[in-house]
């Protein structure tokens, strides 16, 4: 009962280095989701896919670009990382029509 | 836009104290659903529930228990009879519906609950 896989759950990464974010899940949702969270702000999402194909920008896109590579797989990208990205990121997935999500266990990334 | 405001970031409790949780929305769409989530210190987001906005019955659920009042745009969470499990940041979320397929989660800030022993 895997549900939604994230990888990796750690990273440190230098102003301007680049890397991706993986997020996987195995229960045939249509729907998946990238979440930043930060304190005092709750999760903020940062870009959506509704179903396989189509990727759609969020409340905070800047700084990042998804791939939503089939069904199963929407991963994050950070072309040249900042300071300002560093976060605690969460991916997401729901079926469509259903109101459940679930999330994975995070990925909480520093920049320095 | 649809927006979650939690006014309260953190409380503080000693156990066996109630706890409410405020928990206020603002959106344009006549259905929509509402959603508490727990967030203990090991990170993940813990489900705890959700509602439509078509049904305004509160429910209990062991310790917990949830008021959602349509007039106010208010869904409020109280735990009764607090434990040390409970410390936890526990999130308010509202879901709006696409077009298409899918739907997108609006949180509010987070309110921290601290229950000493």
Known sequence: NAGVTQTPKFQVLKTGQSMTLQCAQDMNHNSMYWYRQDPGMGLRLIYYSASEGTTDKGEVPNGYNVSRLNKREFSLRLESAAPSQTSVYFCASSHTGIRVYTFGSGTRLTVV | ?117
């Open chain 2, 1 to 117: 836009a649809q927006k979650v405001t939690q006014a309260q970031t953190e409380i503080s409790v000693v156990e066996k104290e109630d706890v409410t949780l405020d928990c206020v929305y603002e959106t344009r769409d006549t259905t929509y659903y509402l959603f508490w989530y727990k967030q203990p210190p090991s990170g993940e987001l813990v489900f705890l529930i959700r509602r439509n906005s078509f049904d305004e019955q509160n429910e209990i659920s062991g310790r917990y228990s949830w008021n959602f009042q349509k007039s106010t745009s208010s869904f409020n969470f109280t735990i009764t009879a607090s434990q040390v499990v409970d410390s936890a940041v526990y999130f308010c979320a509202l879901s709006e519906v696409f077009k298409a397929a899918g739907n997108k989660l609006t949180f509010g800030g987070g309110t921290r609950v601290l229950v000493k022993p």
